[in-house]
Nanobody
Framework: QVHLAESGGGSVQAGGSLRLSCVVS????????MGWFRQAPGKEREGVAV????????LYSGDVKGRFTISQDNAKKTLFLEMNSLKPEDTAMYYCAAERAWSHYCMISPGSYGTWGQGTQVTVSS
């Protein structure tokens, strides 16, 4: 079991950058798919980027590919989301999530993840 705590959200103008962090505590094993998801008002939660904690498994949504980068520190205790060239449509609550997995084939659908953080708000103004 892992526990997740996000931070780093805020308000930026279009074209700006933000870096989100998700501190991972509890189970230190590598057998997890982890990722970033977002939910805008009135919309369903959607996957942004996922990675296998043990390495590999990178997958991005088409909306953010080339602008966002998911990464983790060497100790696998913090998950990051570097967001560049932000657009107003990136405005949403961003969540970190995790799910036990025994291969690096991670899903990007929110329904595949059972452990969630509390979220951090990202607002991009035009």
């Amino acid at each position: 079991q892992v526990h997740l705590a996000e931070s780093g959200g805020g308000s930026v103008q279009a074209g700006g950058s933000l870096r989100l962090s998700c501190v991972v505590s509890g189970d230190t094993s590598s057998n997890y798919c982890m990722g970033w998801f977002r939910q805008a008002p009135g919309k369903e939660r959607e996957g942004v980027a996922v990675v296998y904690r043990g390495g590999g498994g990178l997958l991005y949504s088409g909306d953010v590919k080339g602008r966002f980068t998911i990464s983790q520190d060497n100790a696998k205790k913090t998950l990051f989301l570097e967001m560049n060239s932000l657009k107003p449509e990136d405005t949403a609550m961003y969540y970190c999530a995790a799910e036990r997995a025994w291969s690096h084939y991670c899903m990007i659908s929110p329904g595949s993840y059972g452990t969630w953080g509390q979220g951090t708000q990202v607002t991009v103004s035009s």
